[in-house]
């Protein structure tokens, strides 16, 4: 199959897959005699696992040591697991970075009159003034 026929069954998009084949992550595939690309379903699913990779946050790092554990079917599962719960460690860190910050703009939102005078305690914040929200 092509690249867009590849790109409709991995759900990664050609682009992507260029991408991915330009950094090392996916092996060149086979070409055509016109150079074109050529894969097939082992291809197909490396893509599909990528996909997923990504989709759950992984980053092409982690991705790309995944990859390589998957790949090695004497590998250990503990360093896959070692893998994912550094990862699962540094998303409960943004999910409480965005907790915090909602509710920071919560605070401000609710300071804010929102009438038409131009005394806006969010601006105020923003440029680090925060007259009449300081101590919040």
């Known amino acids: 199959m092509n690249i867009g026929q590849a790109a409709d069954a991995s759900g990664v998009s050609a ?3 260029r991408y991915y084949e330009q950094i090392g992550l996916i092996r060149p595939p086979t070409r055509t005699d ?3 690309r050529v894969y097939g379903s082992d291809e197909v699913h490396v893509l599909r ?34 893998i994912a719960s550094e990862h699962i460690s540094a998303l409960e860190t943004k999910i409480a970075e965005l907790e915090s910050m909602v509710g920071t703009l919560k605070h401000l939102v609710h300071c804010c009159q929102g009438d038409n005078r ?11 003034t925060h007259s009449k929200t300081k101590g919040h």
């Open 34 to 36: 016109s150079n074109y």
């Open 49 to 82: 696992f990528i996909r997923r990779s990504r989709t759950l946050g992984f980053s092409i790092e982690e991705t790309s040591a995944l990859l390589a554990l998957w790949q090695d079917k004497t590998r250990a599962s503990g360093e896959v697991r070692d």
């Open 118 to 128: 131009p005394d806006c305690p969010i601006l105020d914040d923003l440029a680090g």
């Open 15 to 17: 682009k992507m897959i």
